[in-house]
Protein backbone atom coordinates (compact mmCIF):
# COMPACT_ATOMS: atom_id res chain seq x y z
CA UNK A 1 0.00 0.00 0.00
CA UNK A 2 1.27 3.45 -0.80
CA UNK A 3 1.48 6.38 1.04
CA UNK A 4 -1.25 8.05 -1.33
CA UNK A 5 -3.86 4.72 -1.01
CA UNK A 6 -2.67 4.90 3.06
CA UNK A 7 -3.98 8.57 3.04
CA UNK A 8 -7.06 8.05 1.03
CA UNK A 9 -8.38 5.16 3.26
CA UNK A 10 -7.39 7.32 6.57
CA UNK A 11 -9.17 10.39 4.96
CA UNK A 12 -12.27 8.45 3.39
CA UNK A 13 -15.02 7.10 5.69
CA UNK A 14 -16.22 3.42 4.90
CA UNK A 15 -17.34 1.67 1.67
CA UNK A 16 -20.54 1.65 0.62
CA UNK A 17 -21.69 -1.82 -0.19
CA UNK A 18 -24.90 -3.98 -1.18
CA UNK A 19 -26.06 -6.71 1.42
CA UNK A 20 -29.59 -7.93 1.54
CA UNK A 21 -31.54 -8.58 5.17
CA UNK A 22 -32.80 -12.56 5.73
CA UNK A 23 -36.26 -12.72 7.52
CA UNK A 24 -36.19 -12.94 11.15
CA UNK A 25 -36.50 -16.16 12.91
CA UNK A 26 -39.33 -16.04 15.30
CA UNK A 27 -38.68 -18.75 17.14
CA UNK A 28 -35.31 -17.50 17.92
CA UNK A 29 -36.08 -13.73 18.84
CA UNK A 30 -35.57 -12.42 22.11
CA UNK A 31 -37.02 -10.10 24.31
CA UNK A 32 -34.59 -6.61 24.25
CA UNK A 33 -32.13 -7.37 27.40
CA UNK A 34 -30.68 -4.73 29.79
CA UNK A 35 -27.31 -5.32 28.73
CA UNK A 36 -26.07 -5.00 25.35
CA UNK A 37 -25.27 -8.53 23.35
CA UNK A 38 -21.71 -8.63 22.03
CA UNK A 39 -20.57 -10.56 18.68
CA UNK A 40 -17.01 -10.54 18.32
CA UNK A 41 -16.21 -11.57 14.67
CA UNK A 42 -12.34 -12.36 14.66
CA UNK A 43 -10.30 -13.61 11.44
CA UNK A 44 -6.69 -14.60 11.27
CA UNK A 45 -3.98 -13.66 9.68
CA UNK A 46 -5.19 -10.84 7.75
CA UNK A 47 -3.97 -6.90 7.98
CA UNK A 48 -5.92 -3.52 6.56
CA UNK A 49 -3.73 -4.43 3.54
CA UNK A 50 -5.78 -7.18 2.74
CA UNK A 51 -9.72 -5.30 3.15
CA UNK A 52 -10.96 -3.46 0.44
CA UNK A 53 -12.67 -0.64 2.67
CA UNK A 54 -9.01 -0.26 3.89
CA UNK A 55 -7.89 0.24 0.81
CA UNK A 56 -6.54 -2.51 -0.25
CA UNK A 57 -7.00 -3.75 -3.52
CA UNK A 58 -5.84 -7.56 -3.98
CA UNK A 59 -8.92 -8.98 -2.45
CA UNK A 60 -12.56 -7.83 -1.96
CA UNK A 61 -14.20 -7.81 1.01
CA UNK A 62 -17.89 -6.74 0.62
CA UNK A 63 -19.31 -8.06 4.08
CA UNK A 64 -16.49 -5.85 6.05
CA UNK A 65 -17.21 -3.23 3.73
CA UNK A 66 -21.05 -3.10 4.41
CA UNK A 67 -20.05 -3.76 8.10
CA UNK A 68 -18.19 -0.82 7.68
CA UNK A 69 -20.96 1.13 6.03
CA UNK A 70 -23.46 0.38 8.78
CA UNK A 71 -20.87 0.52 11.97
CA UNK A 72 -17.59 2.59 12.35
CA UNK A 73 -13.99 2.11 10.94
CA UNK A 74 -11.14 2.10 12.98
CA UNK A 75 -8.07 3.86 11.41
CA UNK A 76 -5.08 3.56 13.98
CA UNK A 77 -6.03 -0.49 15.27
CA UNK A 78 -2.77 -2.43 16.82
CA UNK A 79 -1.83 -5.87 17.74
CA UNK A 80 0.74 -6.17 20.65
CA UNK A 81 2.32 -9.19 20.06
CA UNK A 82 1.68 -9.85 15.80
CA UNK A 83 1.18 -13.94 16.40
CA UNK A 84 -1.25 -16.01 17.55
CA UNK A 85 -0.91 -17.60 20.84
CA UNK A 86 0.53 -14.31 22.74
CA UNK A 87 -1.87 -12.07 21.42
CA UNK A 88 -5.10 -14.55 22.81
CA UNK A 89 -3.12 -14.21 25.74
CA UNK A 90 -3.48 -10.55 25.84
CA UNK A 91 -6.80 -10.87 24.66
CA UNK A 92 -8.08 -13.11 27.85
CA UNK A 93 -5.93 -12.04 30.10
CA UNK A 94 -6.38 -7.65 29.52
CA UNK A 95 -2.59 -8.10 30.56
CA UNK A 96 0.39 -7.50 27.99
CA UNK A 97 2.17 -11.03 27.68
CA UNK A 98 5.56 -9.30 28.17
CA UNK A 99 4.23 -8.04 31.58
CA UNK A 100 2.79 -12.49 32.44
CA UNK A 101 5.82 -13.84 31.03
CA UNK A 102 3.41 -15.15 28.21
CA UNK A 103 5.29 -13.69 25.37
CA UNK A 104 7.15 -16.77 23.70
CA UNK A 105 5.21 -18.59 20.94
CA UNK A 106 3.73 -21.80 22.52
CA UNK A 107 5.14 -21.51 25.86
CA UNK A 108 2.63 -22.03 27.80
CA UNK A 109 4.07 -20.53 31.49
CA UNK A 110 2.06 -20.25 34.14
CA UNK A 111 0.36 -17.61 36.00
CA UNK A 112 -1.25 -16.74 39.46
CA UNK A 113 -4.51 -17.52 38.17
CA UNK A 114 -6.20 -16.64 41.65
CA UNK A 115 -4.82 -12.89 40.79
CA UNK A 116 -6.20 -12.73 37.26
CA UNK A 117 -9.27 -13.30 35.97
CA UNK A 118 -10.02 -13.93 32.42
CA UNK A 119 -12.49 -11.52 30.81
CA UNK A 120 -15.51 -14.08 30.25
CA UNK A 121 -15.27 -15.02 33.85
CA UNK A 122 -16.14 -11.22 34.62
CA UNK A 123 -19.11 -11.18 31.85
CA UNK A 124 -20.51 -14.53 33.52
CA UNK A 125 -20.64 -12.58 36.75
CA UNK A 126 -22.65 -9.93 35.14
CA UNK A 127 -24.88 -12.79 34.02
CA UNK A 128 -23.56 -12.79 29.99
CA UNK A 129 -23.69 -16.09 27.91
CA UNK A 130 -20.29 -16.33 26.85
CA UNK A 131 -19.49 -18.93 23.81
CA UNK A 132 -16.45 -19.16 21.88
CA UNK A 133 -17.11 -20.58 18.59
CA UNK A 134 -13.75 -21.59 17.35
CA UNK A 135 -10.19 -20.35 18.95
CA UNK A 136 -8.65 -20.55 22.25
CA UNK A 137 -4.67 -20.86 21.80
CA UNK A 138 -3.69 -18.87 24.95
CA UNK A 139 -0.58 -19.64 25.47
CA UNK A 140 -0.98 -20.03 29.86
CA UNK A 141 -0.41 -22.72 31.40
CA UNK A 142 -2.27 -23.84 34.96
CA UNK A 143 -6.36 -23.28 33.12
CA UNK A 144 -7.78 -24.92 30.98
CA UNK A 145 -8.24 -23.02 27.57
CA UNK A 146 -11.87 -23.54 27.48
CA UNK A 147 -12.67 -23.14 31.56
CA UNK A 148 -13.91 -19.93 31.37
CA UNK A 149 -16.23 -20.61 28.37
CA UNK A 150 -20.25 -21.21 28.73
CA UNK A 151 -20.16 -22.76 25.21
CA UNK A 152 -17.00 -23.68 23.08
CA UNK A 153 -15.99 -25.55 19.83
CA UNK A 154 -15.37 -24.23 16.45
CA UNK A 155 -17.74 -26.65 14.48
CA UNK A 156 -20.72 -25.20 12.45
CA UNK A 157 -23.13 -26.55 14.85
CA UNK A 158 -21.38 -24.60 17.72
CA UNK A 159 -20.33 -21.24 15.88
CA UNK A 160 -23.54 -19.12 16.39
CA UNK A 161 -22.93 -19.85 20.40
CA UNK A 162 -25.92 -17.26 21.32
CA UNK A 163 -28.34 -19.59 20.45
CA UNK A 164 -27.72 -21.87 23.46
CA UNK A 165 -28.58 -18.97 25.87
CA UNK A 166 -31.75 -18.46 28.35
CA UNK A 167 -34.67 -16.38 26.70
CA UNK A 168 -33.29 -12.76 27.48
CA UNK A 169 -30.16 -13.24 28.89
CA UNK A 170 -27.40 -11.32 26.82
CA UNK A 171 -25.14 -12.52 25.07
CA UNK A 172 -21.07 -12.38 24.34
CA UNK A 173 -19.95 -14.46 21.41
CA UNK A 174 -16.86 -15.33 19.63
CA UNK A 175 -17.02 -16.05 15.69
CA UNK A 176 -13.47 -17.15 14.61
CA UNK A 177 -12.81 -17.28 11.26
CA UNK A 178 -9.66 -19.64 9.96
CA UNK A 179 -10.04 -19.65 6.27
CA UNK A 180 -7.97 -17.21 6.07
CA UNK A 181 -4.92 -18.17 8.03
CA UNK A 182 -1.34 -18.45 6.90
CA UNK A 183 -1.85 -22.43 5.59
CA UNK A 184 -4.06 -21.03 3.39
CA UNK A 185 -1.12 -19.86 1.34
CA UNK A 186 1.01 -23.01 2.20
CA UNK A 187 1.64 -25.37 -1.38
CA UNK A 188 1.33 -24.34 -5.06
CA UNK A 189 -1.95 -22.79 -6.44
CA UNK A 190 -2.59 -19.57 -7.92
CA UNK A 191 -6.32 -19.04 -6.06
CA UNK A 192 -8.94 -17.73 -7.84
CA UNK A 193 -7.47 -14.46 -8.39
CA UNK A 194 -5.49 -12.66 -11.07
CA UNK A 195 -1.76 -12.98 -9.67
CA UNK A 196 -0.48 -10.06 -12.54
CA UNK A 197 -3.17 -7.73 -10.84
CA UNK A 198 -1.68 -8.46 -7.12
CA UNK A 199 0.08 -5.56 -5.83
CA UNK A 200 3.32 -6.53 -4.02
CA UNK A 201 4.85 -5.22 -0.72
CA UNK A 202 7.63 -2.91 -1.80
CA UNK A 203 10.46 -4.94 0.29
CA UNK A 204 9.31 -8.27 -1.63
CA UNK A 205 10.78 -8.80 -5.08
CA UNK A 206 8.88 -9.34 -7.96
CA UNK A 207 8.78 -12.80 -8.76
CA UNK A 208 5.88 -15.36 -10.34
CA UNK A 209 6.00 -17.66 -7.59
CA UNK A 210 5.63 -14.50 -5.40
CA UNK A 211 2.70 -13.02 -6.97
CA UNK A 212 1.05 -16.86 -7.52
CA UNK A 213 1.07 -16.85 -3.41
CA UNK A 214 -0.72 -13.11 -3.51
CA UNK A 215 -3.12 -14.56 -5.15
CA UNK A 216 -4.05 -17.77 -3.55
CA UNK A 217 -3.71 -15.82 -0.20
CA UNK A 218 -6.14 -12.94 -1.93
CA UNK A 219 -8.97 -16.36 -2.47
CA UNK A 220 -8.38 -17.14 1.04
CA UNK A 221 -9.42 -13.50 2.30
CA UNK A 222 -12.89 -13.28 0.28
CA UNK A 223 -13.85 -16.90 1.70
CA UNK A 224 -12.91 -15.67 5.06
CA UNK A 225 -15.39 -12.63 4.26
CA UNK A 226 -18.06 -14.54 3.16
CA UNK A 227 -18.07 -16.53 6.22
CA UNK A 228 -18.11 -12.98 7.77
CA UNK A 229 -21.55 -12.55 5.78
CA UNK A 230 -22.91 -16.19 6.52
CA UNK A 231 -22.46 -14.90 10.33
CA UNK A 232 -24.14 -11.72 10.45
CA UNK A 233 -26.97 -13.19 8.41
CA UNK A 234 -27.47 -15.80 11.54
CA UNK A 235 -27.75 -13.09 13.47
CA UNK A 236 -30.53 -11.41 11.63
CA UNK A 237 -32.21 -14.79 11.45
CA UNK A 238 -32.66 -14.80 14.78
CA UNK A 239 -33.68 -11.31 14.77
CA UNK A 240 -30.71 -9.93 16.94
CA UNK A 241 -29.05 -7.69 14.58
CA UNK A 242 -30.29 -4.64 16.08
CA UNK A 243 -29.90 -5.58 19.44
CA UNK A 244 -26.19 -6.86 19.17
CA UNK A 245 -22.85 -5.17 18.97
CA UNK A 246 -20.98 -6.41 16.03
CA UNK A 247 -17.12 -6.22 16.14
CA UNK A 248 -15.03 -7.43 13.65
CA UNK A 249 -11.19 -6.89 13.27
CA UNK A 250 -7.99 -9.63 12.94
CA UNK A 251 -6.12 -11.18 14.98
CA UNK A 252 -3.21 -10.02 13.72
CA UNK A 253 -1.27 -9.18 10.23
CA UNK A 254 -0.37 -10.87 6.97
CA UNK A 255 0.33 -13.67 5.80
CA UNK A 256 3.18 -13.31 3.23
CA UNK A 257 6.78 -13.52 4.97
CA UNK A 258 8.12 -10.13 7.26
CA UNK A 259 4.44 -9.19 8.29
CA UNK A 260 3.02 -11.96 10.55
CA UNK A 261 5.16 -12.37 13.75
CA UNK A 262 6.75 -8.71 12.57
CA UNK A 263 5.76 -5.49 14.42
CA UNK A 264 6.12 -4.05 11.52
CA UNK A 265 3.18 -2.23 9.98
CA UNK A 266 1.79 -4.93 7.81
CA UNK A 267 2.21 -7.38 11.22
CA UNK A 268 0.02 -5.20 13.75
CA UNK A 269 -2.34 -2.95 12.04
CA UNK A 270 -5.12 -4.63 11.74
CA UNK A 271 -9.03 -3.41 10.62
CA UNK A 272 -11.13 -2.76 13.07
CA UNK A 273 -15.38 -2.62 12.54
CA UNK A 274 -17.40 -2.15 14.53
CA UNK A 275 -21.51 -1.85 14.35
CA UNK A 276 -24.09 -0.39 16.92
CA UNK A 277 -27.12 -0.65 16.28
CA UNK A 278 -29.64 2.29 16.73
CA UNK A 279 -31.14 1.40 20.59
CA UNK A 280 -27.47 1.54 21.68
CA UNK A 281 -26.00 4.80 19.89
CA UNK A 282 -24.87 6.46 23.03
CA UNK A 283 -21.72 3.81 23.15
CA UNK A 284 -21.24 5.76 19.11
CA UNK A 285 -17.55 6.72 18.98
CA UNK A 286 -18.38 9.43 16.01
CA UNK A 287 -21.51 11.60 15.24
CA UNK A 288 -23.49 8.89 13.19
CA UNK A 289 -22.49 5.26 11.41
CA UNK A 290 -20.26 4.81 8.73
CA UNK A 291 -18.04 7.40 10.08
CA UNK A 292 -14.40 6.68 11.32
CA UNK A 293 -12.57 6.94 14.06
CA UNK A 294 -9.02 8.38 14.21
CA UNK A 295 -8.23 6.81 17.97
CA UNK A 296 -5.26 4.44 18.63
CA UNK A 297 -6.63 1.21 19.93
CA UNK A 298 -4.33 -1.46 20.95
CA UNK A 299 -5.60 -4.80 21.16
CA UNK A 300 -4.75 -4.85 24.92
CA UNK A 301 -7.48 -2.64 24.91
CA UNK A 302 -10.30 -4.80 23.99
CA UNK A 303 -11.27 -7.27 27.05
CA UNK A 304 -11.55 -3.49 29.32
CA UNK A 305 -13.62 -1.99 26.52
CA UNK A 306 -15.91 -5.33 26.43
CA UNK A 307 -16.69 -5.84 30.23
CA UNK A 308 -16.82 -2.36 30.79
CA UNK A 309 -19.75 -2.56 27.76
CA UNK A 310 -21.48 -5.10 29.78
CA UNK A 311 -21.53 -2.70 32.99
CA UNK A 312 -18.57 -5.08 34.60
CA UNK A 313 -16.40 -4.03 37.73
CA UNK A 314 -12.96 -3.77 35.89
CA UNK A 315 -10.05 -5.23 38.33
CA UNK A 316 -7.11 -3.44 38.69
CA UNK A 317 -4.73 -6.08 36.34
CA UNK A 318 -6.01 -5.09 32.94
CA UNK A 319 -3.78 -2.62 31.38
CA UNK A 320 -5.84 -1.45 28.45
CA UNK A 321 -7.89 1.38 27.92
CA UNK A 322 -11.24 1.81 27.55
CA UNK A 323 -12.13 3.29 24.19
CA UNK A 324 -15.61 2.55 23.64
CA UNK A 325 -19.03 3.29 25.75
CA UNK A 326 -20.13 5.61 28.62
CA UNK A 327 -16.48 4.73 30.26
CA UNK A 328 -14.72 5.76 27.83
CA UNK A 329 -11.28 6.84 28.80
CA UNK A 330 -9.01 9.14 26.86
CA UNK A 331 -6.88 7.93 24.29
CA UNK A 332 -3.35 6.50 24.69
CA UNK A 333 -1.21 8.48 23.14
CA UNK A 334 1.45 5.98 21.93
CA UNK A 335 1.04 1.39 20.91
CA UNK A 336 3.06 -0.96 22.59
CA UNK A 337 4.11 -3.83 20.47
CA UNK A 338 6.55 -7.05 20.67
CA UNK A 339 8.18 -9.90 19.76
CA UNK A 340 9.61 -12.75 21.06
CA UNK A 341 10.37 -16.70 20.13
CA UNK A 342 7.82 -17.51 17.31
CA UNK A 343 8.01 -21.48 17.13
CA UNK A 344 11.35 -22.35 17.04
CA UNK A 345 13.27 -18.98 16.17
CA UNK A 346 14.36 -16.70 18.75
CA UNK A 347 14.30 -12.92 18.77
CA UNK A 348 13.59 -10.45 20.88
CA UNK A 349 12.03 -6.71 19.89
CA UNK A 350 10.04 -3.75 21.15
CA UNK A 351 8.14 -1.42 19.20
CA UNK A 352 6.37 1.78 20.30
CA UNK A 353 4.05 3.91 17.19
CA UNK A 354 1.97 6.83 17.43
CA UNK A 355 -0.08 7.67 14.58
CA UNK A 356 2.50 8.68 12.27
CA UNK A 357 6.18 7.14 13.61
CA UNK A 358 7.08 3.85 14.96
CA UNK A 359 10.69 3.47 16.87
CA UNK A 360 12.01 -0.03 16.88
CA UNK A 361 14.54 -1.44 19.71
CA UNK A 362 16.21 -4.82 18.17
CA UNK A 363 17.55 -6.73 21.51
CA UNK A 364 18.59 -9.57 19.68
CA UNK A 365 20.29 -7.47 16.11
CA UNK A 366 22.73 -10.18 15.71
CA UNK A 367 20.08 -12.83 14.52
CA UNK A 368 18.06 -11.41 10.73
CA UNK A 369 14.38 -10.94 11.12
CA UNK A 370 14.48 -13.38 8.12
CA UNK A 371 15.77 -16.10 9.99
CA UNK A 372 14.54 -19.92 8.24
CA UNK A 373 11.22 -21.25 10.21
CA UNK A 374 9.66 -24.18 9.16
CA UNK A 375 5.94 -23.34 8.91
CA UNK A 376 6.61 -19.51 7.43
CA UNK A 377 8.91 -21.42 4.75
CA UNK A 378 5.59 -23.73 3.63
CA UNK A 379 4.11 -20.32 1.95
CA UNK A 380 5.75 -21.13 -1.57
CA UNK A 381 6.83 -17.03 -1.62
CA UNK A 382 9.27 -17.25 1.49
CA UNK A 383 11.86 -20.24 0.22
CA UNK A 384 11.62 -18.40 -3.62
CA UNK A 385 12.23 -15.13 -1.55
CA UNK A 386 14.93 -16.63 0.09
CA UNK A 387 16.71 -18.05 -3.34
CA UNK A 388 16.36 -15.27 -5.10
CA UNK A 389 18.55 -13.59 -2.12
CA UNK A 390 21.00 -16.26 -1.98
CA UNK A 391 21.82 -15.88 -5.76
CA UNK A 392 22.32 -11.91 -5.21
CA UNK A 393 19.79 -10.55 -6.85
CA UNK A 394 18.05 -8.69 -4.19
CA UNK A 395 17.94 -4.95 -3.82
CA UNK A 396 18.45 -2.61 -0.11
CA UNK A 397 15.20 -3.58 0.17
CA UNK A 398 13.97 -6.55 -1.16
CA UNK A 399 17.14 -8.33 0.73
CA UNK A 400 17.36 -6.55 3.73
CA UNK A 401 14.98 -9.06 5.57
CA UNK A 402 18.05 -11.81 5.24
CA UNK A 403 21.14 -9.46 6.96
CA UNK A 404 21.59 -8.98 10.68
CA UNK A 405 19.86 -5.59 11.74
CA UNK A 406 20.70 -2.67 13.34
CA UNK A 407 20.30 -1.95 16.92
CA UNK A 408 17.39 0.75 16.59
CA UNK A 409 14.64 1.48 13.55
CA UNK A 410 12.70 4.33 12.93
CA UNK A 411 9.70 4.89 10.38
CA UNK A 412 7.06 7.13 8.97
CA UNK A 413 4.58 4.97 8.94
CA UNK A 414 2.94 7.15 6.71
CA UNK A 415 4.84 8.05 3.88
CA UNK A 416 6.10 4.62 4.35
CA UNK A 417 3.73 2.06 5.21
CA UNK A 418 6.02 -0.69 4.08
CA UNK A 419 8.83 0.36 6.65
CA UNK A 420 11.60 0.28 4.32
CA UNK A 421 13.46 3.78 4.65
CA UNK A 422 15.15 3.43 8.64
CA UNK A 423 14.95 7.37 9.25
CA UNK A 424 17.12 6.61 12.74
CA UNK A 425 19.88 8.01 11.54
CA UNK A 426 18.04 11.68 10.23
CA UNK A 427 18.54 14.80 12.24
CA UNK A 428 14.81 15.77 11.95
CA UNK A 429 14.08 13.31 13.79
CA UNK A 430 15.99 13.20 16.80
CA UNK A 431 13.78 14.77 18.82
CA UNK A 432 11.08 12.66 17.75
CA UNK A 433 13.13 9.19 18.38
CA UNK A 434 14.01 10.71 21.59
CA UNK A 435 10.86 10.93 22.47
CA UNK A 436 9.71 7.45 21.81
CA UNK A 437 12.86 6.07 23.06
CA UNK A 438 11.93 7.34 26.71
CA UNK A 439 7.89 6.22 26.18
CA UNK A 440 9.29 2.80 25.61
CA UNK A 441 11.67 2.41 28.52
CA UNK A 442 8.85 4.36 30.81
CA UNK A 443 6.23 1.76 29.45
CA UNK A 444 8.99 -1.63 30.10
CA UNK A 445 9.23 -0.53 33.33
CA UNK A 446 5.24 0.29 34.27
CA UNK A 447 4.22 -3.68 32.48
CA UNK A 448 7.50 -5.09 34.52
CA UNK A 449 8.96 -6.41 31.19
CA UNK A 450 9.64 -9.87 31.14
CA UNK A 451 11.55 -9.76 28.20
CA UNK A 452 15.27 -8.39 29.31
CA UNK A 453 16.30 -11.70 30.24
CA UNK A 454 16.57 -14.34 27.83
CA UNK A 455 13.65 -16.76 27.56
CA UNK A 456 15.63 -20.09 28.62
CA UNK A 457 17.27 -17.78 31.97
CA UNK A 458 13.90 -16.64 32.66
CA UNK A 459 12.49 -19.88 32.65
CA UNK A 460 14.93 -21.24 34.89
CA UNK A 461 14.90 -18.44 36.97
CA UNK A 462 11.67 -18.70 37.89
CA UNK A 463 11.70 -22.27 38.59
CA UNK A 464 15.14 -22.20 40.73
CA UNK A 465 12.89 -19.52 42.73
CA UNK A 466 9.34 -21.84 42.63
CA UNK A 467 7.95 -18.84 41.00
CA UNK A 468 5.91 -17.47 38.17
CA UNK A 469 7.37 -15.15 35.94
CA UNK A 470 4.55 -13.11 36.54
CA UNK A 471 5.83 -12.96 40.20
CA UNK A 472 9.51 -13.19 39.41
CA UNK A 473 9.56 -9.83 37.28
CA UNK A 474 7.61 -7.92 40.34
CA UNK A 475 10.47 -9.34 42.44
CA UNK A 476 13.52 -6.43 41.87
CA UNK A 477 15.40 -8.71 43.89
CA UNK A 478 15.50 -11.56 41.03
CA UNK A 479 14.60 -8.99 38.56
CA UNK A 480 16.20 -5.82 38.89
CA UNK A 481 14.69 -4.35 35.08
CA UNK A 482 16.42 -1.29 35.38
CA UNK A 483 19.58 -2.66 35.63
CA UNK A 484 19.06 -4.55 32.86
CA UNK A 485 17.65 -1.75 30.60
CA UNK A 486 20.63 -0.15 31.27
CA UNK A 487 23.04 -2.93 30.63
CA UNK A 488 20.97 -3.59 27.25
CA UNK A 489 21.11 -0.03 26.18
CA UNK A 490 24.73 -0.33 26.68
CA UNK A 491 25.09 -3.19 24.85
CA UNK A 492 23.24 -2.35 21.65
CA UNK A 493 25.05 1.45 21.55
CA UNK A 494 27.88 -0.85 19.84
CA UNK A 495 30.39 1.38 20.81
CA UNK A 496 34.39 0.81 21.59
CA UNK A 497 34.62 2.78 24.66
CA UNK A 498 32.43 0.42 26.62
CA UNK A 499 34.82 -2.55 26.05
CA UNK A 500 36.10 -2.25 29.78
CA UNK A 501 32.48 -2.37 31.28
CA UNK A 502 31.55 -5.38 29.10
CA UNK A 503 35.00 -7.15 30.34
CA UNK A 504 33.77 -6.08 33.77
CA UNK A 505 30.53 -7.62 33.46
CA UNK A 506 31.77 -10.56 32.02
CA UNK A 507 32.71 -11.11 35.94
CA UNK A 508 29.37 -10.24 37.54
CA UNK A 509 27.23 -12.87 39.63
CA UNK A 510 24.35 -12.36 37.94
CA UNK A 511 24.16 -14.46 35.20
CA UNK A 512 21.70 -12.01 33.24
CA UNK A 513 24.50 -8.81 33.17
CA UNK A 514 26.85 -11.54 31.96
CA UNK A 515 24.70 -11.84 29.46
CA UNK A 516 24.38 -8.01 28.22
CA UNK A 517 28.15 -7.77 28.71
CA UNK A 518 28.58 -10.46 26.07
CA UNK A 519 25.96 -9.19 23.93
CA UNK A 520 28.14 -5.78 23.90
CA UNK A 521 31.17 -7.40 22.92
CA UNK A 522 29.59 -9.56 20.18
CA UNK A 523 28.00 -6.70 18.34
CA UNK A 524 31.77 -4.89 18.72
CA UNK A 525 32.89 -7.29 16.20
CA UNK A 526 36.51 -6.83 15.78
CA UNK A 527 36.85 -4.40 18.03
CA UNK A 528 36.01 -6.91 21.28
CA UNK A 529 40.12 -8.06 20.04
CA UNK A 530 41.15 -6.31 23.06
CA UNK A 531 39.13 -8.42 25.84
CA UNK A 532 40.24 -11.77 24.30
CA UNK A 533 41.53 -13.25 27.53
CA UNK A 534 38.12 -12.29 29.27
CA UNK A 535 35.76 -13.95 26.30
CA UNK A 536 37.26 -17.53 25.91
CA UNK A 537 37.07 -17.60 29.46
CA UNK A 538 33.23 -16.74 29.48
CA UNK A 539 33.63 -20.08 26.99
CA UNK A 540 33.28 -21.85 30.41
CA UNK A 541 30.27 -19.80 32.07
CA UNK A 542 27.91 -21.87 33.43
CA UNK A 543 25.20 -19.89 31.73
CA UNK A 544 24.74 -21.56 28.52
CA UNK A 545 23.33 -18.14 26.85
CA UNK A 546 26.34 -17.13 27.91
CA UNK A 547 28.79 -19.08 26.69
CA UNK A 548 27.40 -19.73 22.99
CA UNK A 549 27.54 -15.95 22.82
CA UNK A 550 30.92 -16.23 23.51
CA UNK A 551 32.09 -18.73 21.03
CA UNK A 552 30.54 -16.69 18.32
CA UNK A 553 32.45 -13.60 19.75
CA UNK A 554 35.67 -15.66 19.67
CA UNK A 555 35.05 -16.68 15.75
CA UNK A 556 34.40 -13.15 15.02
CA UNK A 557 37.68 -11.76 16.42
CA UNK A 558 39.56 -14.45 14.91
CA UNK A 559 40.11 -16.80 17.26
CA UNK A 560 37.28 -19.32 15.23
CA UNK A 561 39.11 -22.87 16.28
CA UNK A 562 38.50 -22.01 19.92
CA UNK A 563 35.31 -20.60 19.48
CA UNK A 564 33.90 -23.79 17.19
CA UNK A 565 35.84 -26.02 19.84
CA UNK A 566 33.54 -25.12 22.62
CA UNK A 567 30.21 -24.89 20.14
CA UNK A 568 30.89 -28.42 19.03
CA UNK A 569 31.37 -29.81 22.34
CA UNK A 570 27.96 -28.70 23.74
CA UNK A 571 26.51 -29.98 20.28
CA UNK A 572 27.70 -33.25 20.53
CA UNK A 573 28.16 -33.94 24.53
CA UNK A 574 24.51 -32.18 25.12
CA UNK A 575 22.81 -28.92 26.28
CA UNK A 576 20.11 -27.43 27.88
CA UNK A 577 19.53 -24.53 25.47
CA UNK A 578 19.57 -26.63 22.19
CA UNK A 579 17.09 -24.60 20.12
CA UNK A 580 18.87 -21.55 20.97
CA UNK A 581 22.08 -23.77 20.17
CA UNK A 582 20.96 -24.33 17.13
CA UNK A 583 19.78 -20.78 16.49
CA UNK A 584 23.19 -19.35 17.41
CA UNK A 585 25.01 -21.46 14.80
CA UNK A 586 22.36 -20.86 11.99
CA UNK A 587 23.18 -16.76 12.60
CA UNK A 588 26.50 -17.41 12.49
CA UNK A 589 26.44 -17.87 8.72
CA UNK A 590 29.44 -19.08 6.67
CA UNK A 591 31.97 -19.15 10.26
CA UNK A 592 29.88 -22.25 11.46
CA UNK A 593 29.70 -24.47 8.20
CA UNK A 594 32.11 -26.71 9.62
CA UNK A 595 29.85 -27.39 12.56
CA UNK A 596 26.85 -27.91 10.27
CA UNK A 597 28.76 -30.34 7.79
CA UNK A 598 29.60 -32.38 11.22
CA UNK A 599 25.83 -32.22 12.55
CA UNK A 600 24.67 -33.52 8.91
CA UNK A 601 27.24 -36.37 8.56
CA UNK A 602 26.35 -37.23 12.46
CA UNK A 603 22.60 -37.73 11.11
CA UNK A 604 21.15 -35.25 13.89
CA UNK A 605 19.36 -32.27 14.05
CA UNK A 606 17.17 -33.76 10.57
CA UNK A 607 13.72 -33.17 12.18
CA UNK A 608 13.02 -30.37 15.11
CA UNK A 609 9.61 -29.94 17.08
CA UNK A 610 8.16 -27.95 14.45
CA UNK A 611 9.63 -29.36 11.10
CA UNK A 612 12.40 -29.76 9.50
CA UNK A 613 15.60 -29.07 11.60
CA UNK A 614 17.08 -25.18 11.47
CA UNK A 615 20.78 -26.72 10.94
CA UNK A 616 19.18 -29.03 8.33
CA UNK A 617 18.02 -26.54 6.19
CA UNK A 618 21.21 -24.02 6.87
CA UNK A 619 22.98 -27.04 5.10
CA UNK A 620 20.32 -27.44 2.39
CA UNK A 621 20.30 -24.06 0.95
CA UNK A 622 24.26 -23.19 1.66
CA UNK A 623 25.15 -26.57 -0.62
CA UNK A 624 26.53 -28.55 2.59
Known sequence: ????????????????????????????????????????????????????????????????????????????CFDNAAVCAPTRSCWI???????????????????????????PDLLKEAGYHVTNGGKTDYNIGGRGDNDCWVQKGGKKKDRYGWRGRKSGQPFFAIINIGDSHESRAHGRGKGTKDPAKMKLFSYHPDLPVIRENYAKYATAVEKMDSVVKRSIDALKADGLYEETIIVYNSDHGGVMARSKRFVYSSGIHCPLVIRIPEKWKQFYPAAKPGMTVDRIVSFIDMPKTWVSLAGCDIPDTFQGTVFLGKRIEPEPKYHLGFRERADERYDSVRMIRDKQYAYYKNYMPYAPAGQYLAYL?????????????????TSEITGRFFRP?????????VADFDNVKNLIDDPKHHAKIAELRGALRKKQLELFDSGLIPETMRVRRAAANNTTIYEMVRNEKLYPLAKYLDAADLALAREKKNLAAFVKGLADTDECMRYWSIVGLLLLDKNAAGAEAAI?????????????????????????????????????????????????IDWMGEPAFPLVKEVKKAGTGKRGKYGTGILAHTAKVNGL
Open 405 to 413: RVSEEFYDT
Open 93 to 119: TGMYAISNGTQPMRSRNNIPHDKIKYY
Open 1 to 76: MNSMTRRKFLASSALVTGGAMLSRSVLAKAPAAAKPNILWITSEDNGISWVSCYGGVNAKTPAIDKLAEEGFRYTH
Open 377 to 393: WRAPATPAWEKHHKEGK
Open 536 to 584: AKATGDLAEEVKMLAAWTLVKIGKGEQGLACLRKMLFEGSKCTQLLHNT
